[in-house]
């Protein structure tokens, strides 16, 4: 499937004389967790540019970060986001090779490493109850009547909602408050270059040759700096001739 949908890419070309130019957000929704629930450790991590799911690794199982092997840091990997979209120990059983047991033990080895988020989800779901809504960081409601209902599986996929739209819903004012800021750019300068693309936490660029170095320097001021947050935000430039080049 993912060849597939890199030959789809392949397709997406730019004209003579241009490229296309891709800037991806890095890990984004986990650094506005980071900035919502304040876990000392999860932003240490992101301020001194380590590799977070390195890092998660080397504290759940309480080891150098030196010491933490691909398989490890793929279980990492699935924790981190796992807890955005509040998922169980059969969750993590469904994508790795662990038990329930052992996915429940590491959820808790988990959350006792980073209590700040926690505690952080924990009043998410608390402030619905009583609201009714949840919000991302610019006031955008999602109202989630379901909360308080007493069918569990209402209740869980209300919960499941209450946690994961502040987090994604932000993740999308970032990158909606920087598509503004870049095309407001472009306008002033009276550039070539054009934004023709939004996929999730990434933008797609079509830009002339002689711009190239410009529309970089541009990306790289507004797309970091487009919603200030306690964490830094980073973004990762590609360039190429076809979309799936880029991907």
């Known amino acids: 499937r993912t060849d ?3 030959r789809v890419r392949e397709a997406f070309t730019s004209k003579i004389g241009s490229s296309l130019m891709a800037a991806d957000y890095s890990q984004i929704e986990l650094r506005v ?3 919502f629930s304040r876990d000392p450790g999860l932003i240490k991590a992101f301020q001194n540019g380590e590799d977070i799911h390195s890092a998660t690794s080397s504290l759940v199982y309480g080891i150098p970060i030196e010491e933490v092997d ?7 990997k699935v924790l981190n986001f796992g807890v955005i979209y509040g ?3 059969h969750g993590i059983s469904r994508q790795t090779d662990l038990s329930q047991k052992e996915g429940k033990r590491f959820i808790d080895i988990y959350f006792e490493r980073y209590p700040g ?3 952080y989800l924990a009043a998410v779901k608390d402030q619905c109850r009583v609201n009714g809504y949840v919000e991302t960081i610019l006031g955008r409601r999602r109202y989630l009547p379901d909360i308080n209902s007493s069918n569990f599986r209402l209740r869980s996929q209300a919960e499941r909602a209450a946690i ?3 987090i994604q819903g ?5 990158i909606k408050m920087a598509m503004i800021s870049i095309q407001n750019r472009l306008i002033e300068l009276e550039m070539k270059s054009l934004m023709i693309l939004q996929v999730h ?3 797609i660029f079509e830009v002339p040759d002689n711009e190239m170095h410009k529309m970089e320097s541009i990306i790289l001021e507004l797309m970091p700096s487009s919603l200030k947050l306690d964490i830094p935000l980073t973004v990762d430039i590609k360039r190429g001739t076809n979309w799936g080049i880029l991907t």
Request: charged fraction near 25%.
């Open 4 to 6: 597939l949908g890199r």
């Open 33 to 35: 967790l980071a900035h």
């Open 70 to 76: 691909p398989s490890m840091r793929r279980i990492a």
């Open 87 to 89: 998922l169980s120990p």
């Open 117 to 119: 988020i926690e505690k």
């Open 164 to 166: 994961n739209m502040p």
């Open 170 to 174: 932000t993740a999308a004012d970032i």
């Open 201 to 203: 936490d990434e933008l």
